[in-house]
């Protein structure tokens, strides 16, 4: 196991480096950040523990499309063990063992077995095409973070990418990805795809998500604060730079531009400005670019979906981001175990609201998608398909049952 405490130093040990550990270990800690979390060393880290958070936050989201078991939010209940001590881990239980008894070796073991069978089995499935009795195909897409994981997007049978997360591309560094950058690394992923759409999220920065380098001021309430796009649109420099990044690299494949975190129709507006200018610069010099890519927004603020009759008409496509769509509705930190209680993404005041959104796009003949954690819930995909939602977005190793699911229905 490995200690991870970066705010001092454990057993007399330096602060761990995550990105280079220097056995296959379990990584405890009191919390991860998304840095943390998405830099990691992939070939070592066994699982996650952690004494904080909850299994909404980035932590628990990321190590789903990592591909790594991880439990969260134990609290002080591992504050004694050091790196002598056995864990046994059961991700899908949430449950952390400390030096298991032979017995219950035997019995993490069978659990094992046991998800792997299941997971050969839904393998019959990834490759196939989710399409209803009714012959409506829903899309099944891969929620990323990067080019790292389009291999494990395409071997579970994704049909495309609903949300690429272009935040990593800006953490853990001293200074922005200039535009080539960005460039190569969309590029790589639409190449990758080829056909298969690929919605690119911009900038979505704010709330556990800090960068050093742009120098934000502290706030209050940093959820509530200046994140995402309400921080492009103060940073026109920054955002632009990134729009010109996507729509360069937009000829290497099908790329949709995503804007996040948009609460009113003058935030559209104000983005598509910016964009607008992006693509006459472009076209002023000679430079290729898709110019038929599609925008859309996130739906995460009850207010734009309470307004989406509007937002509908501005778009190409909505996409729901359920996860900060039901911490905003219950106004409750979604990363705070004491408030677990309150997350309940289907609960009726969710559910309407995400109803609202689908009927309002459909009536403008716009399409509708779900990429937060909502989308790859087995209880709640008949539930969404069954309110008319076109596309699903999920953790990569979710998508062999979800389509199993869409094809039963």
């Known amino acids: 196991m490995y200690i991870y405490r970066p705010d001092d130093v454990i057993l007399g040990m330096p602060r761990a480096d995550l990105r280079v550990l220097p056995y296959p270990a379990i990584v405890v800690a009191r919390d991860l950040t998304p840095v943390d ?33 991880a439990v969260v939010g134990l ?28 017995e219950e070796r035997a019995v ?31 899309e099944v897409s891969a929620n990323i973070g990067g080019p790292g994981d389009v291999a494990t997007a395409l071997q579970f049978g994704a049909n495309g990418v609903g949300l690429y997360r272009t935040e990593f591309l800006f953490l853990d560094r001293d200074s922005p990805p200039s535009e080539e950058e960005q460039v190569e690394a969309y590029r790589s992923v639409l190449t990758a795809f080829g056909s298969k759409p690929v919605i690119i999220r911009t900038l979505d920065i704010g709330g556990d998500k800090r960068i050093p380098y742009l120098h934000l001021p502290p706030e209050t309430n940093p959820y509530l604060g200046v994140r995402a796009t309400r921080l492009g649109l103060r940073r026109p420099t920054l955002f632009k730079t990134q729009l010109r990044a996507i729509l360069r690299a937009s000829t290497a494949g099908t790329a949709r531009i995503m804007y996040p975190m948009i609460a ?24 290729a670019y898709d110019h038929d890519l599609q925008v859309g927004i996130m739906i995460e603020i009850p207010s734009a979906a309470l307004d989406a009759e509007r937002l509908a008409d501005r778009v190409d496509f909505f996409s729901i981001g359920t996860n900060d769509l039901t911490q905003y509705t219950f106004a409750a930190d979604r990363t705070n175990r004491d408030l677990n209680y309150l997350y309940q993404p289907l609960h009726p005041a969710v559910l309407s609201l995400i109803h609202m959104a689908i009927e309002a796009a459909h009536t403008h003949g716009k399409w509708v998608g779900v990429c937060g ?30 389509k199993q699911i869409i094809l039963s229905l």
């Open 75 to 102: 609290g002080t209940a591992l504050a004694s063990i050091d790196e002598q001590t056995c864990l046994g881990i059961d991700g899908a239980a949430g449950s952390v063992v400390l030096d298991p008894t032979p």
């Open 37 to 69: 979390t998405a830099s990691v060393d992939r070939r070592n880290v066994l699982a996650f523990v952690t004494e904080q958070g909850s299994t909404t936050n980035h932590t628990a989201i990321l190590a789903q499309t990592l591909g790594i078991p």
């Open 108 to 138: 993490l073991e069978e659990h094992a077995r046991a998800l792997a069978v299941e997971q050969e089995h839904l393998s019959q499935y990834k490759d196939r095409e989710a399409v209803l009795g009714n012959g409506k195909r829903i």
């Open 264 to 287: 009113i129709a003058e935030e559209i507006e104000q983005a598509n400005l910016l964009l607008q200018s992006v693509r006459d610069e472009l076209d002023a010099e000679g430079a």
């Open 373 to 402: 954690e909502l989308a790859g819930d087995p209880r709640a995909i008949p539930v969404l398909i069954d309110m008319g939602i076109d596309e699903l977005s999920m953790s990569s190793a979710k998508i062999p049952r979800a």
